[in-house]
């Protein structure tokens, strides 16, 4: 026997944030707090592999440098060799941290990767593996390195033209050359806050919607238009609170250190105990710039991811896509990635005090009719049009009838009861 009544599931799971456009505390708020969403995945993954790159990195620059320098100290520095030889060591210990430095970056890759597709099925509460998340970041891998590389090679050639421009001016007049390099530095910073903002976008863009570099660069700079100020907020803020983080962790650190060195050697004699001291406490506080440096690159890749949804959900209506997605997969429907969905798609701008700041109870979403763009149409009452002189008298109510009209007790008031008409015999 079958039923015509549908079956009953449970409510969907509310996510990391509510399917609307985004405020600015919100997405601020989110990022920090998105770290309890998954953190097998953020806190174990992300930060053991973005720590480990660094140690890694760290270990091995430091073994070239030890090796290529410690042949200088059978070398005389009086011997017409020393300065050739100091110069090829610098120069190997240079080129090996680059190339390092763009092999980990890598995995940093990886990292971010990993970060922004974990928060992007968090907006819809789901959560995946390490492995799910993996292969969904994997089509993406070489084009997220490829744009490491190009932004990585960008910065390096600016850097050296605006180094070459204020030594050229140098070499005319030191005046003109320092003046020039301040200048030029002071011309950066604004320039080097507007790229990283407009680009803020890259990475969402990359795995999310799986188009190439120049694309993903150009679709950031039209999601960012008109939402510069509050991407580089979210970003100011988020640089700008680990930044000091580090610095309140690292001085004292590095103040309790110097205290501890000195109370091993307090002739400042040089001996094992405090080699071995400073080595320690050293190691330590790179430790924890390390653990900062992470958690920031976490909390920054969720920021940006969070930035790309909200700039969706307000210019090609994702919010509208994404409930949707959940709606059906509530029902055992198999949906397809909601974020391929409409991709540029062109919305209506929402109505004036959009989001709405209240909601019946936490976590409730807003009323369905809140999802449709733009204010709905004013209603206007129909006019008011008198009867003719044809047109039938109303029907009298029951307090305007006669004794003998009423109706029989027990008779519903709905009811349009008639007297009953005489008959033959009563006549």
């Keep these: 026997m079958t039923t015509a009544q549908p079956g009953w599931t449970p409510a969907p799971r509310a996510g990391i944030v509510p399917l609307h456009p985004l405020t600015f505390g919100t997405v601020l708020g989110r990022s920090f707090v998105a770290l309890r969403q998954n953190p097998r995945v953020l806190l174990g993954f992300a930060l053991g592999i973005q720590m480990a790159t660094y140690l890694v990195l760290l270990v091995a620059v430091g073994g070239i440098a030890f090796a290529s320098f410690s042949r200088l100290a059978t070398v005389p520095v009086s011997s017409p060799d020393y300065p050739d030889l100091f110069a090829g060591a610098t120069a190997i210990t240079v080129i090996s941290s680059l190339v390092l430095g763009i092999a980990s970056s890598a995995l940093t890759v990886i990292v971010q990767g990993v970060v922004v597709a974990d928060v992007a099925h968090g907006v819809v509460a789901e959560k995946l593996t390490v492995g799910a998340l993996w292969r969904r970041i994997r ?21 050296a033209i605006l180094a070459a421009a204020a030594f050229a001016l140098g070499l005319l007049a030191l005046a003109a050359g320092i003046i020039a390099a301040v200048v030029l530095l002071l011309a950066a910073i604004p320039l080097a806050f507007w790229l990283t903002t407009r680009l803020f976008l890259v990475t969402p863009i990359l795995v999310l919607e799986g188009s190439g570099v120049f694309a993903a660069i150009a679709r950031s700079w039209r999601l960012t238009r008109g939402r510069f100020w509050r991407t580089l907020a979210t970003w100011f803020v988020i640089q700008t609170g680990f ?27 040089p001996n094992v105990a405090a080699v071995i001291g400073t080595f320690g406490v050293g190691l330590v506080v790179q430790m924890v710039s390390l653990l900062v440096q992470s958690i920031t690159l976490v909390v920054n890749a969720t920021a940006a991811c969070l930035v790309y949804v909200d700039a969706r959900m307000r210019t090609e209506g994702l919010d509208l896509d994404l409930q949707s997605y959940v709606d059906q997969r509530q029902m055992g429907a198999g949906v397809a990635d909601p974020y391929r969905w409409h991709i540029g798609r ?53 307090a305007d009838r006669p004794a003998g009209d009423q109706p029989p007790a027990g008779t519903p008031a709905s009811t349009d009861w008639a007297p009953p008409q005489a008959g033959p015999e009563q006549r």
């Design 346 to 398: 062109t919305v209506a701008p929402q109505p004036a005090g959009w989001p709405p700041q209240t909601a019946p109870w936490p976590g409730a979403y807003p009323a369905p009719q809140a999802y449709a763009y733009g204010a709905p149409p004013a209603y206007t009452p129909p006019a008011y049009t008198p009867p003719g002189p044809d047109a039938p008298a109303p029907a009298p109510s029951a």
């Design 139 to 159: 089509p993406a891998f070489w084009r997220l390195f490829g744009y490491t590389l190009l932004a990585s090679g960008a910065v390096l050639v600016a850097v």
């Design 243 to 269: 930044g000091i983080i580090t610095q309140i962790v690292v001085v004292p650190l590095n103040f309790f250190s110097g205290m501890f060195v000195g109370v091993l050697s307090p002739t400042g004699d």
